[in-house]
């Protein structure tokens, strides 16, 4: 394994809303000279002996995605990062190594290194006319951070990024790595084990915990991802009254009677945006259907603002500085008017429509999920504490996702509805949060909070969230780590949260 030690004293998430002291950032990739799958073992041993050098100087470390997260999961003071986006090999999946009981389409099995970015399995995907089955709105993040948080769209029958993960390889050790599956849903051969020169471990309890684990169950080193036939996405955006029938289609998902672009078509994605200073003018619905995939369509392209259909209020929202609060509106509005600018019938495969790898300056986002019921009492006191706590330079945008089986997926109820309230990097949006969580829990509205943005949490908070699944969580840490890798895989905000018990 190559390792470069950058000799960083310091490091800075890719939003700049942070700057964490390390003692060192290497930058890792597999020997160029190795074959794809000599390149990826020797990389195994690499890692295992860097966990054991983490043992010897008791450093503590954290696999790096993209570095695209909020919270500080990725880092760890004074520790080492690793930047794992060279490590970025596949290998394809034959008949031979999956069990013969394997139910699934073998054609559709990849098998990725840790640094893949989503937009680089999209693109390898698609030359073999398959896609991922869902992302983010944005491509940019690894595959493993993007399963290691829950990162999600609103592919709401499909489900987030983790849902497609049927195996994980995971070096726990400096002596030992796994290969972890669910044992209820077996998928790989004893010769695939063989080529990984890894050990079998099938089980249900073990597999949930470590799909979204922050970099805290070991270095995951590649995942085996079910992907589907490649589709195209036909796509609109529309300004629709924020009426009741809107209200009663956000708080069922029942579009047996809707009115949308396609009638009453279930849509592959629906989402919906409120500017709170132009309500009048109607919600920003973005309702994208499932087509068969042909070659002779015409691509989406971006807006005059530079944003393409399936892009979220992140990728734009940093435009907006703090502003005092009598201009919030004013500003809101000019650049939601042009960022989100209604579109008719836009194609474009998964990988074209959610592109955008370009961040755009600073800002707060923060995502918690409700359950579908709370959705309209939620938005009810979004727009009360807009006017005690405001006014939040920003917008309140809904997303959905059926439940996920990860324990501590935080799209966790049986439909979650996932609000988004992405905005300015200020203190008013740091205190608007606050108000918005603390009433949440006043009014005993139940929520969780995504793991890659910003949320106060600590483990009262996610027992009262997860409740056995947030112990069973820690009991598979404990099962998967002996004493001395959990020392190297604890950081300070695991600590805080309380999931770093040890048993
Ligand atoms: C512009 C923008 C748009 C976004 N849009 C969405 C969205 O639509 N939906 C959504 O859900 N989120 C979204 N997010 C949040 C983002 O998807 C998540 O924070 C995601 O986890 C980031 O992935 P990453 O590769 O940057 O991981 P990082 O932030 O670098 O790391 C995330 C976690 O993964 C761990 N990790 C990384 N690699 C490994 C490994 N090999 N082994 C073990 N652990 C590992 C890290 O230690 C860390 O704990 C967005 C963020 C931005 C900046």
Redesign the pocket.
Known sequence: MKKIKTGSKKWT???ETFTEKIKDLYVLGNEPDLDALDGYNDSTKGFQQLIAEAIQTKTPF?????????PK??TVSNGVMMD?KPLNTTLTISQQSVLPTYAGDIRKLLFAQ??NGVWELSLELRQKKLSLKTS???N???I???M??????STFDVG?VQDYVLGMHIIVSPTRHIWLERKSAPVVSSAFIKKLGTELLGDDDLFNAALV?????????GVLIEAENIFLIEAYRRRMPYDNTLKALMQTLDFSTANLPCGNERPFHFSIALNPYDMKNGAYVSTFYKRPYRDDYVRAVPNDAGIGPGD?A??FIGKITDVVPALVPVVVNKLIGTAMAPFEKQYGTLGEIFN?TD?HGKLL?S?IGIPLNQVNRVTDLLFEINKTDGPFAGVFAYRFIKKSKALLAFTHFDFTCILELDGAFSATTQKFYTAVWKRLDNEKIPYTF?W??VNEMNFKKIKNMYGSDADTWIAARNKLLDADSMKVFTNPILTKWGLDKVL
């Open positions: 998430n890719r939003h954290r696999p790096l995605g993209a570095g695209w997260s909020w999961i990725a794992t840790c640094g983010g709105a944005s940019g993040q690894t493993v951070g993007a290691s948080t829950g990162a999600h769209g987030a684990s922050f970099g805290s169950f070991g270095i995951i080193h979220d992140p990728c955008n961040l986002s995502a995504h890659g943005k």
